[in-house]
């Protein structure tokens, strides 16, 4: 394996990862499931993101990496608290085989050719919003940490680095190490994870509440985009076996705590673009190198639990906004730019509100509101 394919695979798992594992950990803890859970949670993510890459990659001679589904878990941290842990597990088996039957049937592109992108961008800036404002909440409680990391960020964003949060996160580790704010009591070693299995229940509330919001936002936000990502680097992703692989092994692991697995969508330009090989053809070794990377982090995920849990909260809402802030320009402007305005507005406001009714949490109604209020408007699009 050439050294620039071996380096492009890890470095893309590296940024991915890093910036992203910190909502593992939020929503483990809205979830009550402890650091044991949480670590499960991180080796089931990364042990199916790693599996699926090097399978499909190898099968398809395409850079396909795989990943967990950040706005899924963003979605996760704000609605998981309600529910029973086993309950949750069966809203992600059941969001697993709607994406396997989605692959099967061939129907991905049918489905997102009915439903208004704006909504869905909507809800998912929704989503988005409070890890933001909790942000710049944390600032009274750390300034110099989050400020400084904030500041760091868009400095690096002004010289064009492809992945500034990199460095806030860098900054923001000295600055906790510096402090002495590393809580060290668990004690930080090598360890070998020890994974969690806790047998799924289904309970059809949790499925609308927690399932379909994941499955929806999962199918638009990342595996639709990470489809565009290969095709604008020319290749044409199987899409459908995609999906089918995803799905399934999203619904194996579930029982071990891994909510959606999906295509990469921003991490995927490392592997799929020129950073991955001199020539197109090639690039998929790269995928399975970062493939290769998730299982040695599976490997040792009660380590890598055991540091972010470790960390001062202010940091950890510093990196969870800084990490989506990206994400949430580009859904709020998504959302807004087509007219009319209102159905994505109101499911914006809906899904960020918290509401619950029902039973079932803010993201389903938001998507529930600003499908009706297309509808009415004559812009939900027939097939």
Known sequence: MRLQAL??????????????????????QAAGIGQRGFESWLFAATLGSGVVGIALSVRHRQPILIAWSTPGVAL?????GGYAWPDALGAFVAA?????????????????????????????????????????????????LVVGMIAVYLALARLRIRAPVIGAFAFGLVVVLASGELDTAAGLRLELATPVWTWP????????ALGLPLWVL???????????????????????????????????????????????ALSAAFVAGPEGGPEPSGRWRAAVAAGVAYLLIAA???????????????????????????????????????APREPALLALLVAASGVTLLGVGAAFWGLVTGLAAAAFLGRLRAG
């Open 7 to 28: 380096a492009a695979g890890f470095i893309a798992v590296t940024v991915g990862t890093s910036s992203t594992v910190v909502l593992l950990l939020q929503a483990s």
């Open 76 to 80: 996760l941290v704000g609605s998981i």
């Open 96 to 144: 697993g085989l709607a994406t396997a039957v989605v692959g099967v049937t061939g129907a991905f592109r049918r489905l997102l050719a009915r439903v208004p992108p704006s909504v869905v961008m909507a809800v998912l800036a929704g989503v988005l919003l409070p890890f933001g404002l909790r942000m710049m909440q944390a600032i009274p409680d750390a300034p110099v």
């Open 201 to 208: 229940r289904f309970d059809l509330e949790t499925i609308l």
């Open 218 to 264: 999962t199918m638009t936000a990342q595996n639709a985009t990470g489809v565009a990502v290969l095709q604008a680097n020319g290749y044409e992703p199987p899409t459908d076996a995609t999906l089918v692989a995803v799905g399934t092994a999203s619904a194996v692991l579930a029982p071990l705590g891994s909510h959606a697995l999906n295509l990469a």
């Open 300 to 338: 040792f995920a009660g380590s890598a639990a055991a540091l972010f849990a470790a960390l001062p909260g202010a940091f950890v809402a510093a990196l969870a906004g800084l990490v989506l802030l990206g994400v949430l320009a580009t859904s709020l402007h998504a959302a807004l730019e087509p």
